[in-house]
């Protein structure tokens, strides 16, 4: 009797040994096929997480109109040599420019203060930074970067190219608060960007200079001339001076505004060009002693104390708040001051006095200032909001 209990618990222990050996054996067979079938193994995509084309959008080559030929003979002097716009350049600055992880907690993009559907700027008088902080001066539009004739960045004009603008504001401390060995090392532990870089410039390599090209590159890709105005323009006859002669698709009122906006000596004399853009920063009158300097500090040059720079008045219509502190909340707003309520500043721009040295201020009338409103916002060119090759490229962000 007890020997048979002894017998039966030996062939017990025996068959649950043979049936894990069984069960270890189907596992083992099993991981080992998981891991060595072709048919199970896969590939991650380094682009998966961004929403990018099989082939890279025209950055390079855009077909501006032909009345652009002086703007983009401007835009070859101020693109360096080294730094031609490519395609993949762009699109490399592209995905930079929309990348949170730019700043140091991660909450704050190029593109967060700089949003395509309002003009590249911003609603807020000071935009908020990575610890919400609150930005110096108003963001200024990014549209039409290329044009600026003397080639100096930020609204007191402190960097002397776009490539040296780029990199400050993800440094800054109230901005993006980023060192630049934090930010290749971070790029570098990525899967897209070491493609993006290859694409780009020839190999994977991730400096700080390399981003600032990058981003320079897509800045300078962001070029508007579809708008209104761009339609009625492209119908003058070479020769035609677009301040007097009439646009068949425009209003009386818009005609009227054009008139009075591109006289002489009126808004036009720093805002004349086809990119609407000044070749240098100006004092417009907006403090008889300003609480910022602009140019002037960021210089040390006294007479050009309360200069600002001048941005394009491209798609002006969604970029309010206006002026370096945002300080106007709409086109009317600007228009009134530049009729009743320029200030005489010692450094004033030249078109802004009289031969006497008297202040002139603008006087408008009721019609005339709706005509001025209505002109300003035929310069609205709504395809760079939509636009896809400006767009957010992160699928989840």
Known sequence: MHETSHMRKHLNT?????????????????DQISTTNPTTTTTADPLAALDLPATAFNYANIAVPAYYLGPEIIAQLNTPNNNPITDNGATLGRVLFYDKTLSANNTISCGSCHKPDLGFSDTAKLSKGFQGGLTGRNSMSIINARYYANGRFFWDERASTLEVQTLQPIQDHTEMGLTLDTLVNRLSRTTHYP???????????????????????????????????DAGRATLAP??????????????????????????????ACHGTETFVAPGSRNNGLDLIPTDNGVGAALGIANRNGEFKVTTLRNVELTAPYMHDGRFKTLEEVVEHYSSGVKNHPNLSPPLRAPNGAVVNRNFSEAEKAALVAFMKTLTDRTLATEAKYSNPFRNR
């Open 195 to 229: 493609v993006l870089f290859t694409n780009a410039f020839g190999n994977s390599t991730i400096t700080p200079d390399r981003v600032s090209r990058a981003l320079s590159q897509f800045v300078r890709s962001v070029v508007s001339y579809q708008s209104k105005y």
């Open 239 to 268: 020769g035609q001076n677009p301040a007097v002669t009439p646009f068949a698709n425009f209003t009386a009122q818009e005609n009227q505004g054009k008139q009075i906006f591109l006289a002489p000596a009126s808004c036009g």
């Open 14 to 30: 025996l068959t649950t040994l043979l049936i894990g050996t069984v069960l270890i054996s189907a596992c083992s067979k099993k």
